[in-house]
């Protein structure tokens, strides 16, 4: 027997406590009967509802999932060996909301680091509680910044009705970019549509093997700084011949990474450095990823 069928039997095999099933069936049903109670309500924001609805019904499983963990050992035995359960950190979402007020929207979905594998010594609350305070302090800095030029918009003479026809939208959000047992790495971003004066993202890079905060040197080795920019500049060159519009050093273009160079880790373990809109290109690029390749 291979070990994918091995471990697909011992998945078959697992017997989930009664309980929970029915605990789980019946949640489902509630969120079926809530959505199609809703359906009628127009179509707008329909798809939008799905979303949460399923969403919702994922976190009750969720929920009543890490219950049977604590209150049946052998379920948590058995489910300790599938690969999801078994890896050691994941990021989940501690916390979404959506508001508006003045015709200013809201949308903030908070990140939270959750080890799976709580022998590994590694803690993580110190980081979870910067992300939390980060993304909060954003959201309300941001609306009050809205507020502002709400204000100043009216007081100049536009009406009510043409401030609602901008559609302000502030978002605090995150992007997962590597999930592995090696690392976590992930983005934390906040932005304004009306404007990319004060937009911010913080990359977050996790080494799970030692539990400190992974740095380009870590990865790259002591002449980081030199090995990056040789490889940046080579592959700006490459993009330029392409058609690639990057600034000139005259412009503010590219002229070596800073000591707080953002980056995260992708699939293939390699440090991907990123550079924000208009940092060192026209803004039609959007942010600039470099994979860096080569160190130690």
Request: net charge negative; aromatic share 8%; proline share 3%.
């Amino acid at each position: 027997m291979g070990k994918l069928d091995a471990m697909k039997e011992r998945y078959d095999q697992i017997a989930i406590p009664e309980e929970l099933n029915f605990r789980i069936q019946l949640e489902i049903q509630k969120s079926r009967k809530q959505q199609e109670e809703k359906n009628g309500a127009g179509r707008p924001h329909r798809f939008k509802r799905i979303i949460c609805s399923v969403e919702a019904a994922a976190a009750v499983v969720c929920i009543l999932f890490t219950a049977a963990l604590n209150t049946s050992p052998v379920f948590a035995k058995e489910a300790g060996q599938l690969p999801v359960i078994g890896g050691l950190a994941r990021i989940l979402t501690f916390r979404s909301y959506e508001t508006e007020k003045d015709d200013i929207a809201v949308s903030v979905e908070i990140p939270t680091i959750e080890m799976i594998t709580e022998d590994t010594g590694i803690k993580v609350d110190g980081i979870n509680q910067e992300i939390l305070a980060r993304c909060n302090q954003y959201a309300d800095e941001a609306l009050l910044r809205a507020e502002e030029y709400r204000t100043a918009y009216l007081e100049t003479g536009g009406t009510p009705e043409e401030w609602a026809e901008h559609n302000i939208k502030i978002t605090v959000g995150y992007e997962i970019k590597q999930q592995n047992n090696d690392y976590l790495s992930f983005v934390v971003r906040g932005t304004e549509n009306w404007t990319n004066a004060n937009s911010e993202s913080k990359y977050y890079n996790l080494d799970l093997r030692t539990g400190k905060i992974v740095t380009l040197k870590d990865m790259l080795g002591g002449d980081y700084a030199e090995l990056a920019n040789e490889s940046i500049r080579e592959e700006i060159a490459e993009r330029q011949k392409a058609g690639e519009v990057f600034f000139t050093a005259e412009e503010g273009g590219f002229a070596g990474i800073s000591e707080d160079a953002k980056f995260y880790i992708n699939e293939n373990n390699r440090p991907v450095i990123v550079f924000g809109k208009y940092e060192i290109a026209p803004g039609s690029s959007g942010e600039i990823e470099f994979e860096i390749t080569g160190g130690k």
